[in-house]
């Protein structure tokens, strides 16, 4: 004899509602500490030494963070290598190299540094991925939660994310590929809650003995021309558009910005000239795939930390309005 349960439709209803309405409460459960966690690294005050590995090369750089009037002061100092500091004021970033016999100082903007890597708008990330709660762990002595963010298609990579328990900071962050394997990881190995707002740190101790000079190569300017990528993969869209000045070229060099909200895809687009080589094909390094090509006498290359058919679908893209 067997024992066979059947339920009435009624309570199969019921059951099913249940179970439906607790995936969702789940799943808004995890994006309320996606938020938490986005909004933390912005927010909080701390101090701590991080190390970032993509492939073989591997760095260490000690941060100081401050959120004070609703400004956020970030100073990254590189330990390995040439000496480095980055200093970010908001959006503005302020980056001093030591070269030879100067410093030289490079502006840019806008750039998710970490522990800040999650935009504090999710909505683009809610329609590119899903979450999935794997644990807990322990990370810089400190007791996270565990979550991948797994995409919807192959045109983005799946990340790691822990998140700290009590404060939401992010403690670690990972990159994988369709394997499972991983590309690109962040983390930090000691941190701590500062308890102090004085901005008497804020100031480059790189070098004082050398000069320090404007790097020009770089022009913030937004720019727009007849150049459009009708068609870009989904879940992208245009974030920003650049000129940059290129030591040895007579012509400015533009940069076009995409991103999903958390991936990213530069395009480069430079005239071809006499004597110049085209570049065509495409290449990968680690996580970032690269992919060129010539098009109404411009040189293309896209590049991003993404899947190769994202960057060759951008690629093939381009149009020029006429």
Avoid: C
């Avoid at 760095?59 to 956020?72: A, C, D, K, L, P």
């Avoid at 797994?150 to 983005?156: E, K, S």
């Avoid at 790691?160 to 990881?185: A, F, N, P, V």
């Avoid at 720019?223 to 870009?232: F, K, S, Y």
Wanted: charged residues 20%; without cysteine.
């Amino acid at each position: 004899m067997s024992l066979k349960f059947v339920f009435p439709g009624h309570f199969l209803r019921v059951l099913l509602l249940a179970i439906f309405s607790q995936s969702a409460v789940a799943e808004e459960d995890l994006w309320a500490t996606m938020q938490k966690t986005a909004s933390a690294a912005r927010e909080l005050n701390y101090q701590g030494l991080f190390v970032y590995q993509n492939g073989a090369v591997i760095r260490s750089v000690q941060i100081t963070h401050i959120y004070e009037g609703g400004r956020e002061f970030t100073r990254n100092v590189v330990l390995d290598g040439r000496p480095r500091e980055v200093f970010s004021e908001g959006d503005d970033i302020v980056i001093f190299n030591a070269k030879n016999d100067k410093v030289v100082i490079e502006k840019r903007r806008g750039q998710n540094l970490f522990p800040a890597m999650l935009p504090t708008q999710l909505y683009p990330l809610k329609q590119n991925y899903k979450l999935k709660f794997i644990g807990q762990e322990r990370v810089a002595g400190r007791l996270a939660q565990v979550l991948d963010m797994i995409p919807n298609d192959n045109l983005r990579y799946q990340y790691r994310i822990w998140s700290d328990t009590e404060y939401g900071l992010l403690l670690k962050m990972s990159m994988l590929d369709m394997q499972g394997r991983t590309l690109e990881q962040i983390g930090f190995n000691q941190v701590a809650m500062l308890h102090t707002k004085d901005l008497d740190w804020f100031q480059p101790k790189i070098d004082a003995t050398k000069p320090y000079v404007m790097d020009d190569t770089t022009d913030l300017t937004h720019t727009e021309d007849n150049l459009v990528v009708p068609n870009l993969p989904a879940g992208y869209k245009k974030v920003d558009q650049i000129q940059l000045k290129v030591p040895g070229r007579t012509t400015p060099v533009r940069q076009l910005i995409f991103s999903d909200g958390l991936a990213s895809v530069s395009l480069f687009v430079e005239p071809m000239i006499k004597g110049m080589q085209p570049r065509v094909g495409k290449k990968s390094m680690g996580s970032t795939n690269v992919y060129a090509h010539v098009l109404n006498g411009y040189q293309l290359v896209v590049v991003g930390e993404v899947p190769a058919q994202t960057v060759e679908q951008i690629a093939q893209q381009v149009t020029f309005k006429k």
